[in-house]
């Protein structure tokens, strides 16, 4: 009984192996049009009786604006585009600074943000980081810094039901993701850390501010410049 058990076992880890190789392979080329992410904010509207209403439209990374990929990159993770998934400074600091605070800092990059988006959910425990950690790597072996900008681009949230820069382009400022000017691309930007705090359309004072400081940095960002114009 206990040896069919660890064979059952162990034939369901492998295929569940395969599985989630698959799932990441094919997300290495075909648009995503739906996430984890996604799905949790819808269960999350229909357990609290709210209505929900999503949008989403998916655009290659040659339709979206230069400017939309430099906002993103300066304002989440200045140094993904040399990093291999993790950014060992930024976890070490946020560990300093977590030890010594009431407040909890983080220091996801792009890379571990798309994987929780696009495979996971949100929250804090253990299981989720240790699986956005497998998910993080795979991606980074299997897709290339373009392709993850490009996904974590159509599947972040920028408000609620808004996700991805094309549907919050065309939702915020009535025009297409390629169209967007660098004001408008460091704005959506600000408000990454929270979007469902944080209003595009409603800026606050910090966000203003937020937006300046990010508009400094796309100025100088010479390591992202390659990587948004190939």
Known sequence: MLKSL???LLKLLRWSALLVLLWVLLGSFLPIPYTGLMLERQLEAWWQGQSYQRQHQWV????????AK??????EDQKFPEHYGFDMAAIEKALVYN?????VRGASTISQQTAKNVFLWSGRSWLRKGLESGFTLLIELAWGKQRILEVYLN???FGPGIYGVEAA????FSKSAARLTRQEAALLAAVLPNPLRFKVNRPSPYIYKRQQWILKQMNQLASVEKLVTD
């Open 155 to 157: 599947s972040v949230e």
């Open 70 to 75: 430099q906002a993103v990159v300066a304002a």
């Open 6 to 8: 660890t064979l059952f």
């Open 169 to 172: 382009s065309r939702h915020f």
């Open 60 to 67: 290659p990374y040659e339709q979206i604006s230069r400017h």
């Open 99 to 103: 030890r010594k605070g009431s407040k």
